[in-house]
C-alpha cells in the first residue's frame, strides 16, 4: 500500500496568518499519462468531508483562492495564503494512483 | 446540487450482519463510480470498497475483503454496502462518495454510524 504521512500532524494559526501542510509519499503519484493522483479534503465537524484540490493543484469548484496545491513525484503542499476561522477541521491528503486508495493521517488546524 | 445520504447504521452484535443505503439525487447515478470509505472513532479516513458505473469492476480494502459487498441498484439510484461478520473493529462512521473523472471521491454524503459491541 502507498504510505502518505503528513505534517504537522497538527496546527494552531491566527486568522489573517498564512498556513501549509506538507504530505509525501513512499511513492511517485506519477501515472504513465502525465496525471498526478493525488488530492486534498477538508473534513469540517459536522459535515461530509470536501474536495479541495485534485491532482495535486487544482482548485475544486466554489474553493477559495486562498487554497493552493503544489508539488510533484513524492511531496506536495497545500497552502492557505490567510486562513480564516471557517477553515477548521482535518486537512487529509489522498492519493487514487493505486488501490487501495490510501490517506494522510491527516492534520488538525485550529484558530488561536 | 449532489446529493449523497447514507441510512441504514446501527449497533450490532460481533458476527452479525448489517446493511448500508446510500441514496443519491442530483446526478446521473448510472454513469459515476462510486464508493464507500469509513472513519473509526477518533481515527482518520479508511477507503473500504469501489463500484464502477455498470458493476463490472469491484475492489475491496483488504480489512473487508471477503466480508462486505458492496453493489448498486441504478434504476434506484441507490449504492448499499452489506457487511458481514462484523467485528468491533469494523465501528466507524461510513461515508459514500462519489467517482468522477476529476476526482476520485468529488463528493461525500454525511454517514451513517455503524457500532459493533457486545
Known amino acids: 500500500d502507498i504510505l502518505l504521512t503528513q505534517t504537522p500532524l497538527s496546527l494552531s494559526v491566527t486568522p489573517g496568518q498564512p498556513a501549509s501542510i506538507s504530505c509525501k509519499s513512499d511513492?511517485?503519484?506519477?501515472?504513465?499519462?502525465?496525471?498526478?493522483?493525488l488530492y486534498w479534503y477538508l473534513h469540517k465537524p459536522g459535515q461530509p468531508p470536501q474536495l479541495l484540490i485534485y491532482?495535486?493543484?487544482n482548485r475544486f469548484s466554489g474553493v477559495p483562492d486562498r487554497f493552493s496545491g503544489s508539488g510533484s513525484g513524492t511531496d506536495f503542499t497545500l497552502k492557505i495564503r490567510r486562513v480564516e476561522a471557517e477553515d477548521v477541521g482535518v486537512y487529509y491528503c489522498m492519493q487514487s494512483l493505486h488501490l487501495p486508495y490510501t490517506f494522510g493521517q491527516g492534520t488538525k488546524l485550529e484558530i488561536k | 446540487q449532489v446529493h449523497l445520504v447514507e441510512s441504514g447504521g446501527g449497533v450490532v452484535q460481533p458476527g452479525r450482519s448489517l446493511r448500508l443505503s446510500c441514496a443519491a439525487s442530483g446526478f446521473t447515478f448510472r454513469s459515476y463510480v462510486m464508493d464507500w470509505v469509513r472513519q473509526a472513532p477518533g481515527k482518520g479516513l479508511e477507503w473500504v470498497a469501489v463500484?464502477?458505473?455498470?458493476?463490472?469492476?469491484?475492489f475491496y480494502a483488504d480489512s473487508v475483503k471477503g466480508r462486505f459487498t458492496i453493489s448498486r441498484d441504478n434504476s434506484k439510484n441507490t449504492l448499499f454496502l452489506e457487511m458481514n461478520s462484523l467485528r468491533p473493529d469494523d465501528t466507524a462512521v461510513y461515508f459514500c462518495?462519489?467517482?468522477?473523472?476529476?476526482?476520485?471521491?468529488?463528493?461525500w454524503g454525511r454517514g451513517t454510524l455503524v457500532t459493533v459491541s457486545s
Open positions: 511513492r511517485s503519484l506519477l501515472h504513465s499519462s502525465g496525471r498526478t493522483y
Open positions: 491532482e495535486v493543484s
Open positions: 462518495a462519489r467517482g468522477s473523472t476529476i476526482a476520485t471521491f468529488d463528493y
Open positions: 463500484i464502477s458505473h455498470d458493476s463490472e469492476a469491484i
